[in-house]
């Protein structure tokens, strides 16, 4: 398991079970990678989030510069 921090710079975005999908803010967040899958972690004012997205879609958001790794 690997803890990075990163920035959100682009549209960055999951889902809750089968529902719309959901912007993560854009700035500062907490990046865990595993083998399977990357949990994001972030604060947007008072509120704190958190969302697991597939590996695949890590990726691509890193390689589109969506997802800055520090």
């Not at 083998?35 to 590996?55: E, F, K, N, R």
Request: proline share 4%; hydrophobic share 35%; charged share 25%.
């Amino acid at each position: 398991m690997a803890h990075q921090r990163g920035q959100v710079k682009g549209n960055v975005t999951y889902r809750e079970g089968d529902g719309v999908e959901i912007k993560v803010p854009l700035g500062p967040c907490e990046i865990e990678v595993t083998d399977l899958d990357v949990t994001l972690t972030w604060v947007d004012g008072a509120t704190h989030g958190s969302t697991a997205i597939p590996l695949s879609d890590y990726e691509r958001y890193v390689a589109s510069g969506a997802l800055a790794v520090e």
